[in-house]
């Protein structure tokens, strides 16, 4: 892969989560091919045997779709999912379902399905169920694999893996319906990972996304006006009609508009009305897309000199200090010291995520960018936890004054033994149940590992949390 990618590319990148995603995973289609598929002929065609989901299970599955909390520029699946007025799902839609909702769903509502032993078809349904739901596991740890911001000669062997074993599954679950065009072009993605890279480096949603904003300018439908330019004998002569010149006028104003609000140069009464853009267009800013030009950017300005003003700096609370000082004494941060005031943030960008503290307002619905999961130590596995307080700190370093910032957390507490995790068969899923009883304060640095979080309420006292981490 080339150099300018960013180094993505590994040979070879052992991952430990997906390694015991794969030994949890059941062995019901270890043995089936493609080619071959292990049907039950036994259970006619029209039986519940053949039903995918009932309208209850469909309900409840809207129902948690509608509880699942995720940040905003994630794009998740409607809530009205399964019915018609949902209409097409886009790429970026199904990849979420796929990632957390479904997955999710299926397991509580199937987990702990049991037989009534009314007849020897509820067992086969049950065990049906179970296959439908290792079926799914199968294209999430399929799209695990390919979806990486990383990959190697695993990453496109594991994807292969999993995404034959899934095709083989459909097979199973699905005798009387052959395989479409899009799961023979799945089959080539193993080879095109090792040839190009990355998959976000070469797949054609950036053009489709242009496609979309350009489609949403409002014109005025006159076309067929010819203008005659001499400057070049090559363009002597096109034509270009009033809809052109609309189209891009549009663009480049919405572009410049965009330019003057970032720019430190702006005026504080248009910097006032930032939030009413993002309201009416921040839709242009959500989506995988646009979180990928923001996460995988170049962050080295954040070791500029800080210019900042003391005058809004604000006492630090107490607990929150009390913090600070037990994490200055356990870690050593040259040219800084825990001081008692410091300059506060609603929220913060962090290496293209943006974080807020709990109390951040309506942008802030539920707590979308207050949930995240990060890196105690390195090496260590992510843990969930929930931003109290944003702040900022002078560090002298390089001769200079740069932005130390730092985030006050509150873990999520580990479950208790009476309520059992089912999502411990699918280790490498990376869901798992937590309990909503938080930790004491705690402060982790912006250098940590942090990425954002997707949750929903299992039961009373309990949440299952899996982070958006695609660094793997």
């Not at 203008?227 to 189209?247: D, K, Q, R, V, W």
């Not at 619905?365 to 307080?389: C, M, Y």
Request: hydrophobic letters at 35%.
């Amino acid at each position: 892969m080339d150099a300018h990618r960013g180094g993505l590319t590994e040979d070879v990148e052992e991952n430990a989560d997906a390694a015991a995603f794969a030994d949890a995973l059941p062995s019901t289609y270890e043995n089936v091919t493609v080619d071959n598929p292990s049907a039950d002929t036994t259970v006619p065609v029209d039986c519940d045997y053949y039903r995918r989901l009932s309208k209850d299970e469909l309900e409840q599955i809207q129902q948690d779709i509608s509880n699942t909390i995720r940040p905003r520029w994630q794009s998740g699946p409607p809530k009205q999912l399964g019915t018609k007025g949902c209409g097409k799902l886009k790429a970026d839609q199904w990849r979420s379902s796929i990632e957390f909702d479904i997955p999710v769903s299926l397991v509580k509502l199937w987990s702990e399905m049991k037989s009534t032993g009314e007849s020897g078809i509820d067992d086969k349904i049950i065990d049906r169920n179970g296959k439908t739901l290792d079926s799914t596991m199968l294209l999430h740890a399929a799209l695990h694999w390919a979806t990486s911001y990383r990959t190697s000669g695993k990453h496109a062997a594991e994807y292969m893996k999993y995404m034959r074993a899934y095709l083989a599954s459909l097979r199973d679950l699905f005798p009387n319906t052959d395989l479409r065009t899009c799961h023979h072009n799945a089959l080539f993605i193993g080879e095109m990972l090792v040839r190009f890279g990355p998959i976000h480096g070469w797949w054609m949603f950036p053009f489709e996304r242009i496609i979309g904003l350009l489609q949403q300018i409002n014109i005025n439908y006159k076309m067929g006006m010819d203008y005659n330019f001499s400057l070049h004998p090559l363009f002597a002569y096109f034509s270009l009609g009033e809809l052109e010149i609309t189209m891009l006028k549009s663009f480049c104003a919405a572009a410049n508009l965009r330019a003057l609000v970032q720019s430190h140069g702006c005026p504080d009464i248009i910097q006032s009305c930032a939030h009413l853009l993002d309201d009416c267009y921040g839709q242009d800013q959500r989506g995988t897309l646009m979180n990928d030009l923001r996460t995988l950017g170049d962050f080295a300005d954040q070791e500029k000199p800080w210019d900042y003003d003391r005058q809004k700096f604000d006492r630090i609370e107490p607990l929150v200090h009390e913090a600070l000082v037990r994490f200055s004494q356990s870690r050593s941060i040259e040219g800084w010291t825990a001081e008692t005031d410091a300059l506060f943030h609603k929220e913060r960008e962090i290496r293209g995520l943006k974080i807020a503290e709990i109390n951040a307002g309506a942008k802030n619905t539920k707590g979308r960018h207050s949930i995240i999961f990060f890196q105690p130590t390195t090496d260590a596995e992510l843990v969930p936890a929930v931003v109290r307080k944003i702040f900022s700190m002078p560090r002298h370093q390089n001769g200079c004054e740069q932005e130390a910032i730092f985030l006050a957390i509150h873990r999520y507490k580990p479950l208790s033994d009476r309520v059992a995790d089912p999502f411990t068969l699918y280790t490498g899923f990376g869901a798992r149940l937590w309990s909503e009883e938080l930790g004491p304060v705690e402060i982790i640095t912006s250098s940590q590992k942090i990425c954002h979080a997707v949750s929903r309420p299992w039961e009373e006292g309990v949440r299952v949390l899996c982070a958006i981490d695609r660094v793997s």
